[in-house]
């Protein structure tokens, strides 16, 4: 099984959630980190969607001035393309397999796509 995970290595969850997918037999991991590699806005939408989120569910406040720009006020398109603009926005991790995408907080969702 292929899974992908949009990865920052300075984030706790985001190294735990990798930790897990390395460790689970069979999976062939793919680590994007995102902030070096930003995501796509059509990409973006669609994990968010696939992950049953919204826009300003995804919205990372902590370490980035997104309330202080009102960002969840924003509607859904003004949200994604800030986080197209600017990956830190995102919060994190993402995780896409064959079986789904989750919004891996707390890590151990993951579990539910492997």
């Known amino acids: 099984m292929k899974a992908t995970i949009w990865h920052n290595p300075k984030c706790g969850?985001?190294?735990?959630?990798?930790?897990?997918l390395e460790e689970t037999p069979g999976v062939d991991v793919e680590?994007?980190?995102?902030?070096?590699?930003?995501?796509?806005?059509?990409?973006?939408?669609?994990?968010?969607?696939?992950?049953?989120?919204?826009p300003a569910d995804a919205i990372r406040t902590m370490g980035t001035d997104a309330e202080e720009r009102g960002l969840a006020d924003m509607d859904a398109d003004a949200i994604l393309d800030a986080m197209?603009?600017?990956?830190?926005y995102v919060n994190r991790p993402f995780v896409e397999t064959d079986k789904g995408?989750?919004?891996c907080r707390p890590q151990d969702k993951v579990r539910e796509i492997l």
């Open 13 to 20: 969850t985001s190294r735990k959630t990798l930790a897990i």
């Open 31 to 54: 680590v994007i980190e995102y902030l070096k590699v930003p995501y796509s806005r059509d990409k973006l939408a669609q994990l968010i969607a696939d992950a049953g989120m919204t």
């Open 84 to 88: 197209a603009a600017n990956p830190a």
């Open 101 to 103: 995408v989750r919004f």
